[in-house]
């Protein structure tokens, strides 16, 4: 299943993405274990990608819940740049070679490769960044750690 927004009668916060000519596409599919969102977001050039899991197959309900209440703020919380997307001209498509593009588009209901990079590029981020963490909360330990011998041996010290 494959949602490509905007599209005709989609809600008013959308209509601010349309304006400035961000597209979206969300495409659900089966992994094998669970059934997974994965949201594609080409804003000036650059494509981001989140994903979701959905765990069992949502049905319509859950979906459009997912893109009302939990869309906008997983894209706030995402701290990822996004992969620069080489730039096309946008030339006039013969209406039947579109029809095809479309066709062929619904049969491929995968994700694109470059929305894997843009999720490998979201996870590697939070990698770092929690190994950063990580590390600072080991020099902190470390550290009360060493005051803490040091108050013990001033204090041993000081008795005689």
Request: net charge positive; charged share 35%; with cysteine.
């Amino acid at each position: 299943m494959s949602v490509t927004f905007p599209s005709s009668g989609c809600p008013s916060f959308f209509n601010i993405f349309y304006e400035e000519g961000i597209v979206m596409k969300l495409t659900i599919y089966y992994d094998g274990q669970f059934w997974v969102g994965v949201v594609e977001v080409v804003d000036n050039g650059k494509l981001r990608a989140f994903r979701h899991l959905f765990g069992k197959e949502p049905r319509d309900s859950e979906v459009l819940e997912f893109v009302h209440n939990q869309l906008l703020n997983m894209m706030a919380q995402a701290e990822q740049e996004g992969v620069r997307l080489q730039g096309r001209r946008q030339k006039k498509i013969n209406p039947k070679r579109l029809q095809r593009q479309v066709s062929k588009e619904l049969k491929n209901a995968g994700v694109t490769s470059k929305a894997q990079e843009a999720i490998k590029l979201e996870l590697e981020a939070r990698k770092q960044k929690k190994k950063q963490i990580m590390k600072e909360q080991r020099e902190h330990v470390k550290e009360q750690r060493y005051m803490l011998k040091k108050q013990k041996a001033k204090k041993k010290h000081r008795g005689k």
